[in-house]
């Protein structure tokens, strides 16, 4: 069984997860920004996803969407919400629960001025999460937005944005042997973060 200290973890979360993702960063695996992000309505019915995250800090945590999304729609109700990253090869997760907020319009601009082509066209014509009566509508649709801004980027839709998971709590889990595992966990109280060790 490895030696484990819970002073070796730092006492700003924030410092903790930059140490935990800069090395899976690094690695630039295929979609190691995803993470699975749980919703709620006002009355609890939870529903999860994979985001990609594009932003972190002592801010909190950046994904951006469709705001009128299932996601968006649930969040307009219910500004709670958790993350969950796992990453199975570094045999590590971290789990995130918080408050959501919209990031400003000039950081989605700035996010969206940087997304690919297709990627922009996309957003502006997907009507995200709502029943379509067939692809065609859409192709079509995506053809002629093309056509109108030939020569020239789309500009960001209004419905179109970020949002910044702003954590109260972190969990940092490193898998042990024979389910022995490690679980650190972070809470925000009266605006000062503690620590304490969790049973596997």
Known sequence: MEKFNIKNYRDNPFEEFREWYLPVETEALENFNAVALSTATASGRVSSRIVLLKGYGDNGFVFFTNYNSRKGEQLRENN??????????????????????????????????????GHKFNALVSPQSREIENIQELLSDLENRTLQYRGTDPPRPANWGGYRLIPDMLEFWKEGIDRFHYRVEYRLANGEWSKRLLAP
């Open 80 to 117: 709670r919400a958790a993350m969950l990253f796992y990453w199975p090869r570094f045999h590590k997760q971290i789990r995130i629960e918080g408050s959501v907020t919209r990031t400003t319009p000039e950081e989605s601009d700035a996010y969206f001025n940087s997304r690919s082509r």
